[in-house]
C-alpha cells in the first residue's frame, strides 16, 4: 500500500491521541441541548398511553391557558408525514393521525418558554381514546392476527425467499440433521446523550438552521426539505457534538419534522431534547428477531446446508430511511453462514408490522442476531457429535485459498484472515489451558465456559441507515497562512474523525497535524457526502481524504517544483516545507505556496488555479469490503446465583490497514461493552396490553463499570484493495461479542444440557433453567 | 411561576438568579449559570454524567433542586482545568484515550477526581467499583480504567516519589475472588 | 421530566417541620437526600404541594452516644455512617452497609432517615438496622416516642409513621463482646439496591450460638426478620449443618413475593448461608 502514501506515512498507522479531547474533558464541547439561543421556546409532546386506539377527541383548551404557553398542535396543524419506505406501503404521521399505534406515539405537540412549562401544559391536554386490541406477537402477526396494525396493508411487509441450487437433495441426504430456533429480545442504542433538534430561522439570511445530532447531515436536509415542502438551499443542517449515536441517530424522526415546522409557524425558535422516557418510547429499536433453523451436517460436523426462517418485528412503521426489521434480517440472511464454508442456504423472510416502537438500525444491524445463530448452530452440531467446539470450527473455516470467497448467499469476501485470526484468538487465550482449567474446576462445583466467535463484518457499503450515497466526500483548503482546514461530510458522534481524517491528510500533504483541523457536520461548509453509518467512515471518509489531500499535494508539488527549479518527481515534503529531494538546504514551505496563491496570483505556475482548494469524492472499488475477526471469552456462572462473571476475552480483529490502532481499539472495547449488555442484561420489555415497562435506565440495564471484562486486543492486518486498504470497523466487535458471552454461558452450563437460544440470558433463567434440583452447594 | 431568589456559589464565584422551587440544579447551572459542562444523561440517578461536586463531594445534580444548594459550595467540570492545561487526571484520560463521544466524560472527571483524593493508591477493582456510577456506551470503561491508572500513579510520584501499586489490570476474578490456575 | 411546581420550605428545627406536615400532612413531602424522591416526582408518581427541607435542622445531625448504644441523626448520609469511627466501632454492621449502598453519589446524598423512611422494599440499611435491634425516635406534634424497627415497615413505602410525625434518630445498640455480623447483598445492576441483601449479626459462645438476628432486604414486600431461621440457630451448635438449615428456613419464610419460579427462595438460601459461613469463617 506504500505507493498510496505521498510521502512516507508518519501519522497514518500512529497510535495518536485524539485532538477532539481536550473540549470535551474541560466541558466546553456544545451538544444540542447546550446550544443557547435567544427567544428559544421548547416542545414537549403528549404521547399515547395505548399500544393501540382511536383518538376520539383532543381537548387543549387547559393547556393554552398556562401561563408561558406557546402553541399547541395537532395533526391537523402540521399534516406532514414520513413517506412510505422501500417495500413498506404506509407512511408515517408527524402526529398521530386518527389511530395511534404504539405507547408512546407523540399525538400533541406543545410549545411554551421553558420545557418545564411545556411539560405541565401536556399533563392538561386531555386526549380520548378508545383502545384497540394490540399486535405484540410476530409470529400471530404474520397470519394478521390479531388483526392488521394498518387497515390499508396486511402485516407482513417484506417477505423474501432464497435458495441455492440443489439445496434440498443436499439437505435430504445429510447423514444429520437439527433444529434450533433463536431469539432476541428488543433492544436499542441508548446513547448517554438524547435526541433532539434546534429549528432557527437564521435573522441574516431569512434561511432555516437546523440543529441536530443526526448521522447524515446531508441526508437530513434533503429529507426536511422534501417532507416539509421546503427548499433545500434554504436549508441549513448544523451537528452539534454528538454523545453517542449507534445507527439510532442515522434516522429522520417525526419529532424533527414537527420542530421544524413549529419555529416556521411560530417565526422563533424551538428545540425539542428527548427526556430518557422519551427516548425508549421514540428511539428507534433494535434486534428482536427470531430465527427458525434447520442445519444438517457429516459426522465430522461439516455444515452441509442451512435453512433459516428469518423473522423480525417491525413495530409500527418503517423507520425512515432504514427499516430496521429489514435490515436486520435481509442482511442477515446474506451473511448467515459467517465465515464458515457452507454450500447450501434456503431463507425465508418475514417482517411484520406491530404496536411497538419501529425497529431501526442500532450498530452492527443484522450482526449480532446473526453470529449468535451461526455460532450458536456450531456449538449445538460439536455438542451433538461431542467434538471440540473449536475443531468443528476448524473444519468449517473458509481456508486462505478460497479468498475471494463468494458465499451461499453470494455475497463475495473480498479477502480475509479467517483461519488466521480463530488460530491466533485460540492462542491468545491459551484454549487448551482453559479447557483443562474447566475441567478441574467442575470437579470442586465451579462451572466455567468457553465462548467461541468467529464473524465476518460487511463495511464500507453503498447503502445503509446512513443512506444510499456510495461515496463520501471531502474539500481541503490550504489557508493563505499555510494552515489546512478540510470539510467531510461525515457526522461522527465520537469515532475521533477529526483526528484520523487529520492524520491521512497529513500524511499526503506532508505537514504536521497540528497545521490541520477536520471540520464536518455543516451543510454550508462540508461536501455533500453520506454521513457516518454501515462502518463507513473510515474507508470511505478516509478514500475522500486521501484522494482530496493527494490532489492538493499534486498541486503543491508543481508549486514546489516552480519555485525550487526542480522536477516535480524531486519534490519531497516534511513539516509543511518541500524540498528538492536529497537537498535540504533548497525548500520552500506551504505558506510561501499559499501566499502565492492567493496574493501574488501572477507568480502562479502556468495552467494552475488561483487559490487552494480542492474538493474530492471517493468511491470505493467494491460494492463491501469484509473485515474479520474473532473473539473467544471465558466465564464463569454459578449455577445457585446465576451469577455471570467474564473471566478472560480475547478479541483477534482485521480491518485492514489501522489509521489509528488507539482509536480502533476504543471501538472494539464500546462494542464488546455493548455484547455483554445485549448478551446479559438489556431489554426492552413489552406486557400484554402493549405498555414498555423497560423506560428508564433503572428498568433497561447498560453494562457499567464493574461488569465489563477487560480485554486484550490483537491486530491482524490484511488490506483492502480500496484506498489505503482501510476496512470499516466500527460494528464487528458488537457483532461478534454476544454470541461469545452466550456461547460461553452455554458452555458453562453443558453439564446440565442447558442452552439459552434467546438473549438476554439474565440470572433468573439461569437459575430456573438449571431447576431446583441445582439446590446451592451450601 | 413562583420564582424565587436563590444564590448559589459555584466554582467559587456568587450567582443570584431567581428560579422556580422545582428547577434543578443541573438546569440552573446549565441554562442560569451557563456552565453546560454538566450534561444530563438519564434523570434517574443512574447515570452519573451530571455528577457535580457538592461541598466537594460527588453528587447528581440532576437529582437535586438548585435551592437545596443554596450555603454549599458547588464544583463543577469547568473549574477543573486550569488556565485551559488539562489536569492529571483530565491528561491522562486524554492519553489513554478514555473517551469517545465525550458526553459522560464530565461526570467521570468529577467522580474520578474527587475519588483519587480520597483514594490515592486505588486497585483496578476500586477503580471500577467507583466507576459504578457513571455509564459510559463508548468505550467499555477499559480506556477510562488506564487512565485513572495513569492519573494515580502521576499524583503518586508527585507527592512521593514513589511508584503506585496500582499495576496494569489483572484479569476478572469470580466472585468469591479466587483465581483458577 | 419534570416535577409539577411545588412551595419549598426551609425546616430550622424539628417542630417547625411538625407544624408544616400538620398544616397539610397529605400534600407536604419531607426532603432528605432526595434520590428515592425526586424520580417520583419527576416522572409524577409523587404529587408533592409543598416541600419541606430538613438539611438544617441541628437536632437531625450528628452521631453520639446514648445509653450505651449509638444515637444517629436522621440526617446523617451514608458516607458518614460508612466512615465514622463511632460506628465502625460500634456497630459495624451498619458501616459495612452503608459502604454498599448504591454508588459513591448516591452514599454522599442519601440519609439514614430518608431510607428508613421512604421504606422501598429494596434498600440496605433497614435490614442491617433489623439485624442490629435499632429503635427510632419519633417526634410528633408536642411529644416524641421511641418504636422498635421490628413493626416499623407495614408495606411498600408505608409505615407506621403518621402524616405529622418526623423521624429524629435511630438508636442501635452497642456491639457485644463475643458477637460478629456481616452484610452481604447481591447488587441490582442498574440501581445498585439489594436484589437480595442479608443482614446477620451473632452472637456465639463456647461454639454454641447465643443469640442471633438475621435480616433480608430485596425480595419482600417490606425487610423482615427471618425468624425461623433464627430459631433453629439459637441455641445450637454453630456448624455447617445448623447454617444449611438456617438457610433453608430463610428461603420459605413465605414472605417472598413473585416467586412462582422459586428464583427468590434459592438466592435466599444461598445469601443467607453465605452470610452465616462468613461469620462462622470469622470473617465477618
Redesign the interface.
Known amino acids: 500500500m506504500a505507493e498510496e502514501f505521498a510521502s512516507a506515512p508518519h501519522f497514518v498507522g500512529a497510535r495518536i491521541p485524539r485532538t477532539e479531547d481536550s473540549r470535551l474533558l474541560r466541558g466546553e464541547a456544545q451538544y444540542l441541548d447546550d446550544i443557547q439561543i435567544p427567544n428559544l421556546l421548547e416542545m414537549a409532546f403528549v404521547r399515547s398511553p395505548y399500544a393501540a386506539a382511536r383518538i376520539l377527541s383532543v381537548d387543549s383548551s387547559a393547556a393554552w391557558n398556562i401561563p408561558g404557553v406557546r402553541a399547541v398542535f395537532t395533526f391537523a396543524d402540521m399534516p406532514f408525514v414520513l413517506p412510505q419506505n422501500g417495500p413498506s406501503p404506509i407512511d408515517q404521521p408527524v402526529l398521530a393521525r386518527e389511530r395511534v399505534r404504539h405507547a408512546g406515539e407523540a399525538v400533541v405537540a406543545v410549545v411554551a418558554e421553558s420545557r418545564y412549562i411545556a411539560e405541565d401544559a401536556c399533563e392538561a391536554v386531555h386526549v380520548a381514546y378508545t383502545p384497540e386490541e394490540p399486535v405484540l406477537d410476530m409470529q400471530a402477526a404474520q397470519k394478521d392476527r390479531p388483526r392488521r396494525v394498518h387497515d390499508a396493508a396486511p402485516n407482513v411487509f417484506y417477505h423474501q425467499e432464497y435458495e441455492t441450487e440443489g439445496f434440498q437433495a443436499a439437505f435430504d441426504t445429510a447423514p444429520h440433521r437439527l433444529t434450533m430456533t433463536f431469539q432476541t429480545t428488543r433492544q436499542t442504542a441508548c446513547s448517554l446523550e438524547t435526541r433532539g433538534i434546534i429549528a432557527a430561522a437564521d435573522p441574516f439570511s431569512g434561511r432555516m438552521t437546523v440543529y441536530c445530532g443526526t448521522q447524515s447531515p446531508h441526508r437530513l436536509r434533503g429529507d426536511l426539505a422534501e417532507m416539509l415542502q421546503m427548499e433545500e438551499h434554504l436549508l441549513r443542517v448544523i451537528v452539534p457534538e454528538v454523545g453517542g449515536a449507534f445507527g439510532m441517530k442515522a434516522a429522520t424522526y417525526p419529532e424533527y419534522l414537527a420542530v421544524v415546522q413549529a419555529a416556521r409557524l411560530l417565526r422563533q425558535p424551538v428545540k425539542w431534547t428527548a427526556d430518557r422516557v422519551e427516548s425508549f418510547l421514540s428511539d428507534v429499536h433494535a434486534r428482536d428477531d427470531i430465527h427458525d433453523l434447520e442445519v444438517a451436517f457429516d459426522q465430522r460436523g461439516q455444515i452441509i446446508a442451512v435453512k433459516d426462517h428469518l423473522m423480525a418485528d417491525g413495530g409500527a412503521y418503517a423507520s425512515y430511511p432504514f427499516s430496521g426489521a429489514i435490515g436486520e434480517t435481509s442482511l442477515a440472511a446474506k451473511v448467515i453462514t459467517g465465515p464458515y464454508d457452507i454450500a447450501h442456504l434456503s431463507t425465508v423472510i418475514d417482517c411484520t408490522y406491530s404496536n411497538k416502537v419501529p425497529l431501526g438500525a442500532y450498530r452492527g444491524v443484522w450482526g449480532p442476531v446473526a453470529s449468535f445463530v451461526q455460532e450458536g448452530m456450531v456449538d449445538r452440531i460439536a455438542q451433538f457429535l461431542h467434538l471440540d467446539a473449536a475443531e468443528v470450527r476448524r473444519t468449517n473455516l473458509v481456508q486462505p485459498n478460497q479468498l475471494p470467497y463468494r458465499n451461499a448467499a453470494g455475497m463475495l469476501y473480498d479477502s480475509g484472515s479467517f483461519t488466521e485470526s480463530f488460530e491466533h484468538a485460540l492462542a491468545q487465550l491459551d484454549y487448551t489451558r482453559w479447557r483443562a482449567t474447566q475441567e478441574q474446576a467442575r470437579r470442586v462445583g465451579k462451572y466455567l465456559g468457553i465462548g467461541l466467535s468467529n464473524f465476518v463484518e460487511p463495511t464500507a457499503m453503498a447503502s445503509s441507515e446512513a443512506g444510499s450515497i456510495g461515496y463520501e466526500s471531502c474539500s481541503v483548503r490550504v489557508e493563505p497562512s499555510g494552515t489546512v482546514t478540510a470539510w467531510l461530510g461525515l457526522g461522527p458522534s465520537g469515532q475521533g474523525h477529526e483526528t484520523t481524517m487529520a492524520q491521512v491528510l497529513a500524511d499526503q500533504l506532508g505537514v504536521d497535524l497540528e497545521h490541520i483541523v477536520v471540520l464536518h457536520g455543516d451543510t454550508d461548509a462540508a461536501p455533500l457526502g453520506g454521513g457516518t453509518g454501515g462502518s463507513r467512515s473510515g474507508p470511505l471518509g478516509g478514500g475522500a481524504a486521501m484522494q482530496a489531500g493527494r490532489k492538493m499535494r499534486e498541486r503543491l508539488d508543481v508549486y514546489a517544483a516552480h519555485m525550487l527549479e526542480a522536477a516535480v518527481e524531486d519534490i519531497a515534503w516534511e513539516h509543511g516545507r518541500a524540498h528538492v529531494r536529497g537537498v535540504y538546504a533548497r525548500h520552500v514551505s506551504l505558506r510561501d505556496i499559499a501566499r502565492i496563491a492567493y496574493n501574488d496570483v501572477r507568480q502562479i505556475p502556468s495552467g494552475l488555479p488561483i487559490g487552494l482548494e480542492v474538493t474530492e469524492r471517493y468511491q470505493p472499488p467494491r460494492p463491501v469490503s469484509f473485515s474479520n475477526g474473532t473473539h473467544a471469552a471465558v466465564v464463569e456462572v454459578n449455577p445457585s446465583t446465576g451469577q455471570v462473571t467474564v473471566l478472560d476475552y480475547v478479541v483477534v480483529n482485521d480491518c485492514g490497514t489501522l489509521i489509528n490502532p488507539l482509536i480502533v481499539e476504543g471501538q472494539i472495547h464500546g462494542g464488546v461493552a455493548q455484547g455483554v449488555g445485549a448478551a446479559l442484561l438489556e431489554s426492552l420489555v413489552y406486557d400484554d396490553s402493549g405498555q414498555l415497562l423497560t423506560t428508564t435506565l433503572m428498568d433497561y440495564l447498560l453494562p457499567s463499570a464493574p461488569l465489563v471484562p477487560r480485554m486484550r486486543i490483537e491486530h491482524l492486518v490484511t488490506p483492502s484493495d480500496g484506498a489505503l486498504g482501510v476496512k470499516g470497523m466500527g460494528e464487528g466487535s458488537l457483532i461478534a461479542s454476544p454470541a461469545a458471552i452466550a456461547g460461553a454461558v452455554n458452555d458453562a452450563l453443558s453439564p446440565w444440557g442447558v442452552s439459552f437460544e434467546r438473549l438476554p440470558i439474565a440470572p433468573r433463567d439461569i437459575v430456573t433453567s438449571l431447576g431446583r434440583s441445582s439446590a446451592a452447594p451450601v | 411561576?413562583?420564582e424565587?431568589p436563590v444564590t448559589l456559589w459555584v466554582n467559587g464565584q456568587t450567582y443570584a438568579v431567581r428560579v422556580?422551587?422545582?428547577?434543578?440544579l443541573s438546569d440552573v447551572i446549565?441554562?442560569d449559570i451557563?456552565?453546560?459542562?454538566?450534561?444530563?444523561?438519564?434523570?434517574?440517578?443512574?447515570?452519573?454524567?451530571c455528577?457535580v461536586w457538592?461541598d466537594d463531594?460527588?453528587?447528581?445534580s440532576c437529582?437535586?433542586?438548585a435551592?437545596?444548594a443554596e450555603?454549599h459550595a458547588v464544583t463543577?467540570?469547568?473549574a477543573?482545568?486550569q488556565h485551559?492545561q488539562?489536569n492529571v487526571l483530565?491528561q491522562a484520560?486524554?492519553?489513554e484515550?478514555g473517551?469517545?463521544?465525550?458526553?459522560?466524560?464530565?461526570g467521570i472527571?468529577m467522580?474520578m477526581e474527587?475519588?483519587l483524593h480520597e483514594h490515592p493508591n486505588p486497585t483496578?477493582?476500586d477503580?471500577?467499583?467507583?466507576?459504578?456510577?457513571?455509564?459510559?456506551?463508548?468505550?467499555?470503561?477499559?480506556?477510562?480504567?488506564a487512565g485513572v491508572q495513569k492519573a494515580a500513579r502521576v499524583f503518586a510520584q508527585n507527592s512521593s516519589g514513589a511508584t503506585s501499586a496500582a499495576g496494569n489490570?489483572?484479569?476478572?476474578?469470580?466472585?468469591g475472588g479466587r483465581e483458577?490456575? | 421530566m419534570y416535577t409539577a411546581p411545588f412551595d419549598y420550605r426551609r425546616a430550622h428545627d424539628t417542630q417547625e417541620v411538625v407544624t408544616w406536615l400538620q398544616e397539610d400532612p397529605d400534600n407536604t413531602k419531607i426532603i432528605a437526600g432526595g434520590h428515592s424522591l425526586l424520580p417520583l416526582m419527576k416522572l409524577r408518581l409523587a404529587s408533592v404541594a409543598r416541600l419541606v427541607d430538613i438539611s438544617q435542622v441541628a437536632e437531625l445531625q450528628g452521631i453520639r452516644e446514648d445509653m450505651g448504644g449509638l444515637r444517629i441523626g436522621a440526617f446523617t448520609r451514608h458516607a458518614q455512617l460508612a466512615k465514622d469511627p463511632a460506628v465502625r466501632e460500634a456497630a459495624p454492621l451498619l458501616a459495612s452497609a452503608a459502604a454498599v449502598i448504591g454508588d459513591m453519589q448516591v452514599r454522599n446524598r442519601g440519609t439514614i432517615g430518608g431510607s428508613l423512611c421512604h421504606a422501598d422494599p429494596a434498600a440496605d440499611l433497614p435490614a442491617a438496622l433489623l439485624a442490629l435491634n435499632a429503635e427510632l425516635v419519633i417526634a410528633g406534634p408536642g411529644t416524641e416516642r421511641r418504636e422498635s424497627l421490628d413493626a416499623f415497615f407495614l408495606a411498600p413505602f408505608i409505615t407506621t409513621l403518621a402524616a405529622d410525625e418526623v423521624l429524629t434518630a435511630i438508636v442501635v445498640p452497642r456491639m457485644v463482646p463475643g458477637a460478629k455480623s456481616t452484610y452481604l447483598k447481591r447488587p441490582h445492576p442498574a440501581s445498585g439496591y439489594p436484589v437480595i441483601g442479608v443482614a446477620a449479626w451473632v452472637s456465639v459462645s463456647g461454639g454454641r450460638v447465643e443469640d442471633c438476628r438475621i435480616a433480608l432486604t430485596g425480595i419482600g414486600p417490606v425487610p423482615f426478620r427471618a425468624a425461623r431461621s433464627e430459631q433453629v440457630l439459637t441455641g445450637r451448635a454453630f456448624s455447617r449443618e445448623a447454617i444449611a438449615e438456617a438457610a433453608r428456613e430463610a428461603a420459605g419464610s413465605g414472605t417472598l413475593e413473585d416467586d412462582e419460579d422459586g428464583y427468590k427462595s434459592q438466592l435466599c438460601q444461598v445469601y443467607v448461608s453465605r452470610a452465616l459461613g462468613d461469620i462462622a469463617q470469622g470473617a465477618g
Open positions: 411561576m413562583n424565587v422556580s422551587p422545582r428547577k434543578l446549565r441554562e451557563g456552565l453546560t459542562g454538566t450534561h444530563v444523561g438519564c434523570e434517574h440517578g443512574v447515570c452519573g454524567a455528577t457538592v463531594r460527588p453528587t447528581r437529582l437535586m433542586f435551592i437545596q450555603g463543577t467540570i469547568e477543573l482545568a485551559g488539562l483530565q484520560l486524554h492519553e484515550h473517551l469517545q463521544c465525550g458526553f459522560c466524560t464530565p472527571v467522580t474527587a475519588y483496578v477493582d477503580i471500577r467499583d467507583a466507576l459504578s456510577g457513571n455509564l459510559c456506551r463508548c468505550t467499555g470503561y477499559q480506556n477510562i480504567v489490570e489483572s484479569t476478572h476474578l469470580s466472585e483458577y490456575v
